[in-house]
C-alpha cells in the first residue's frame, strides 16, 4: 500500500469514524445538560480510570500483533498469532472483572464513590469487554477491513446513545406512572446510567464482532506468544506511563482540588476536552490506518521514507483543524451546557496538547520498527515526570488551566525526548522547515483572526473562513497536492 494509500485508508476510518464519533459526541451536549457538574465529573473521572486499565491489561499486545503479523509468512502463523493473543487478553480480561467486582465495595470508597459501588463493578465489566474484543478489532484493521470495523463502532455509538437518552429523557417520565419500571429509576443514581448504556453496547458489540465465521479460536501457544510478549512488554510500561501523561490531568483536578470544587471544576474541564473532537477524532484514524502499515516490514531507508511524508501530511492536516476549531470556538461552546462554557479559554492549550499527543505518536515508530520499544519507556516516563511536577504546582491554584497547561508542557517534553533518541540512534529525514512553515503560516492566520474578534459576526464569520480557505489553499499548493486526484482515490476506497 502506497502512502495515497494510507490517505485514502485514512479517509474511510476517517469518514465513518467521524459519524459514529459525532453521534458519540452529541451525548456531550446532552449530557451536560440532563447532569449537573459534579453528576458529570464522576463520569470523567471514572473514564480516566478506562484507559489506564486498558492499557494494562492489553499488555502491548495490539501493537505486538501488527509487528508480528507483518513478519508472519503464511496465514498459518497469522492464525496462531492471533489465536494465543487473544487467549491472552481474554485471561486477563476475566480475572480483572472477577476480582474487580469482588472487590467493588472497598475500591468504591476509596475513589470517592462509597455510596455506589456499582459504579465500579459496572465499568470493570466495560473495560473487560473491551479488552476481550481488543485483538479481533486490531485483526480487522490489519486485514485492511475497514468497512467492519467501522460499521461495529457505529453500532456500538449509535446502541450506546440511544440507551443515554432513554435512561435520561424517557425513564423518568415511565417511572413517574409507577409500576415495575418505577423501580429501575434512581434519582441519585444518574451517573451510573451512562455506564450502563456503555457497558450494554460494549456487550452487543462484542457479540457481533464473534459471529464472524472465520474467527480462529482463542487458545494459548507459549511459543507463539512469548517472542511477542518480549517485544510489548516495554509497550506495557511506556503505555501505562504515556496513559497516566494523557489522563491524569483529571484525576489530579479530583484529588489535589478542594473537596468542594473538585467534582464540578472535573465536569467543566472534561466537557471541554471533549469539544475538540475533530483534532483528536483525526489522531485516532490516522493511528488506524498507519500503524497496520508502517509495522509491516519496511526496509530501514524507505520506512524513514514514509515516516518523514507521513508526519509532515499529518502536521498540515491539524495545522488547518487547529484553525478552523480555534477561530469558530465560539460556535462549538455551544455545544456545551452554559455551566460549562467558561472552561472555553483552554481549548486552544487542549488542541494543541493533541496535536504533539499526534507528533509524539509519529515518533514512536522508529523504535517500534527498530524493535527497540524499550525507549518508549524512557519517552513516557520523561512525560511522566513533567506531568506530576507541573500537575502539583498548577492543578490545586489554577484548576483546569493548570491542568490544561501541565498536559501541553508533557506533551511538549515527550516531542523533544523522542525526536532527540531517534536523531540519535534511528534518524529519520523529518522536514522540520516545510513542517515549520505550515506551522508558522497557521500561527499567522490564527492571529488574524484574533484581531478581528471583535467584529460583528456577520462579517467575522465569513474573514475565518476566509483565513481558513487560505490556509487550505496555501499548503495543497505548496505540497503540490492534488486535491482532485485524492479525493478519486478515497472515493475508491
Known amino acids: 500500500m502506497s502512502l495515497r494509500g494510507v490517505a485514502g485508508q485514512t479517509a474511510m476510518y476517517g469518514i465513518s469514524s467521524i459519524v459514529a464519533r459525532m453521534l458519540n459526541y452529541l451525548l456531550t451536549p446532552y449530557l451536560t445538560r440532563v447532569l449537573t457538574g459534579e453528576e458529570y465529573g464522576v463520569v470523567t473521572g471514572m473514564y480516566a480510570v478506562i484507559p489506564f486499565a486498558l492499557v494494562a491489561l492489553t499488555m502491548g499486545l495490539e501493537t505486538g500483533y501488527f509487528r508480528f503479523s507483518g513478519l508472519s509468512r503464511t496465514e498459518g502463523e497469522r492464525r496462531a498469532l492471533f489465536s494465543s493473543t487473544w487467549g491472552a487478553v481474554l485471561v486477563a480480561a476475566v480475572v480483572f472483572a472477577v476480582v474487580a467486582s469482588c472487590f467493588a465495595s472497598r475500591l468504591a470508597p476509596a475513589m470517592g464513590y462509597g455510596d455506589h459501588p456499582s459504579f465500579v463493578w459496572i465499568v470493570a465489566c466495560v473495560i473487560a469487554v473491551d479488552v476481550a474484543g481488543s485483538i479481533p478489532f486490531c485483526r480487522l484493521r490489519a486485514r485492511g477491513d475497514a468497512k467492519r470495523f467501522v460499521m461495529l463502532k457505529i453500532i456500538s455509538v449509535m446502541v450506546n446513545a440511544a440507551l443515554c437518552v432513554f435512561f435520561y429523557s424517557a425513564l423518568p417520565l415511565l417511572a413517574a406512572g409507577g409500576g ?142 487547529f484553525l478552523v476549531i480555534t477561530l469558530f470556538a465560539d460556535l462549538f461552546a455551544l455545544l456545551l451546557g452554559k455551566e460549562f462554557r467558561e472552561g472555553m479559554k483552554i481549548l486552544p492549550l487542549v488542541l494543541a496538547s493533541n496535536i504533539l499527543s499526534g507528533v509524539v505518536f509519529n515518533l514512536s515508530f522508529w523504535y517500534k520498527q527498530a524493535n527497540r520499544t524499550v525507549f518508549g519507556i524512557a519517552i513516557t516516563m520523561t512525560g511522566l515526570v513533567f506531568t506530576i511536577l507541573f500537575g502539583i504546582l498548577l492543578v490545586p491554584t489554577l484548576g483546569y488551566t493548570g491542568a490544561a497547561i501541565t498536559r501541553l508542557a508533557c506533551e511538549v517534553a515527550m516531542v523533544i525526548a523522542s525526536y532527540a533518541l531517534n536523531r540519535r540512534y534511528y534518524p529519520v529525514p523529518y522536514d522540520l522547515r516545510r513542517i515549520g512553515e505550515h506551522a508558522l503560516v497557521c500561527g499567522m492566520l490564527v492571529g488574524a483572526g484574533l484581531l478581528a474578534r471583535d467584529l460583528a459576526d456577520v462579517a467575522r464569520y465569513p474573514l475565518n473562513a476566509l483565513l481558513c480557505g487560505i490556509f487550505f489553499l496555501y499548503a495543497t499548493r505548496r505540497e503540490g497536492i492534488q486535491v482532485i486526484s485524492l479525493l478519486k482515490s478515497i472515493m475508491k476506497k
Not at 203 to 220: I, K, Q, Y
Not at 250 to 276: F, N
Not at 286 to 303: D, I, K
Request: a positive charge; aromatic letters at 14%; hydrophobic letters at 55%.
Open 180 to 321: 415495575w419500571i418505577s423501580r429501575a429509576w434512581d434519582a441519585s443514581f444518574m451517573p451510573g446510567y451512562v455506564f450502563v448504556a456503555n457497558l450494554v453496547a460494549s456487550v452487543v458489540t462484542f457479540a457481533l464482532l464473534c459471529r464472524s465465521r472465520d474467527v480462529a479460536r482463542p487458545g494459548l501457544s507459549w511459543r507463539v506468544l512469548r517472542p511477542v510478549l518480549v517485544y510489548s512488554a516495554p509497550l506495557l510500561a511506556g503505555g501505562i506511563a504515556g496513559t497516566a501523561n494523557e489522563f491524569i490531568d483529571r484525576l489530579m483536578i479530583e484529588y489535589l482540588m478542594p473537596a468542594d470544587v473538585a467534582l464540578s471544576t472535573l465536569g467543566v474541564y472534561g466537557a471541554v476536552v471533549k469539544i475538540g473532537v475533530i483534532l483528536p477524532l483525526f489522531v485516532q484514524v490516522y493511528r488506524y490506518a498507519l500503524e497496520p502499515y508502517l509495522l509491516s516490514g519496511f526496509q530501514r531507508e524507505e520506512f524513514g521514507r514514509v515516516n518523514a511524508a507521513a508526519m509532515k501530511y499529518f502536521m498540515i492536516v491539524a495545522s488547518g483543524l
